[in-house]
DNA sequence: TTGTTGACCTCTT
DNA sequence: CAAGAGGCCAACA
């Protein structure tokens, strides 16, 4: 038999339980964001408990892509309200598209009125 | 296997 | 006030 490449020592929760991880979670807060709202990826990573990988969440929309059901990646903007991730979608213009039909006033790439948009994840949900 | 990059955020100088 | 570096986890070469 094969045996996994996991050292006792060092513990790789990279294939451990793909559905325990840290991705799927932010793909649960980013599916639970109402329409009309927006959130920020510090938000979500602060509402995992990890503020510090807001970058992992960042990363987590790439694979979002691929991600069943498509998570509404354009919803999730950075600190600032702006579409830092725009580009990465199908087309630049797609996350704009997308924001303007959610009533969701977009100028120069920023979100406007972004502090009344605003979706907290760890107000909304309520942390335990 | 290791090393580097990545749609970020926060602090420090 | 402004700019730079650090830090997290995961995937890609």
């Known amino acids: 038999m094969k045996k996994p ?11 451990l339980n793909k559905e325990y991880s840290f991705f799927d979670n932010v793909y649960e807060v980013v599916r639970q964001i109402p329409k009309g709202r927006v959130t920020s990826y510090g938000a979500i990573a602060n509402y995992l408990g990890t503020k510090l990988s807001a970058r992992m969440v960042g990363w987590a929309m790439n694979a979002a892509h691929s991600a069943k ?32 039909k959610e009533k969701i006033k977009v ?22």
Request: aromatic share 6%; hydrophobic share 35%; no cysteine.
């Open 5 to 15: 490449g996991l050292k006792k020592s060092t513990e790789k929760p990279r294939s």
């Open 69 to 100: 059901p498509k998570v509404p990646a354009h919803r999730v903007v950075n600190r600032n309200g702006m579409l830092s991730g725009k580009a990465h979608f199908a087309t630049p213009t797609l996350m704009e598209e997308l924001l303007a």
């Open 107 to 128: 100028e120069e790439d920023t979100i406007s009125d972004f502090e009344k948009l605003f979706w907290d994840p760890a107000k909304e949900l309520e942390i335990k």
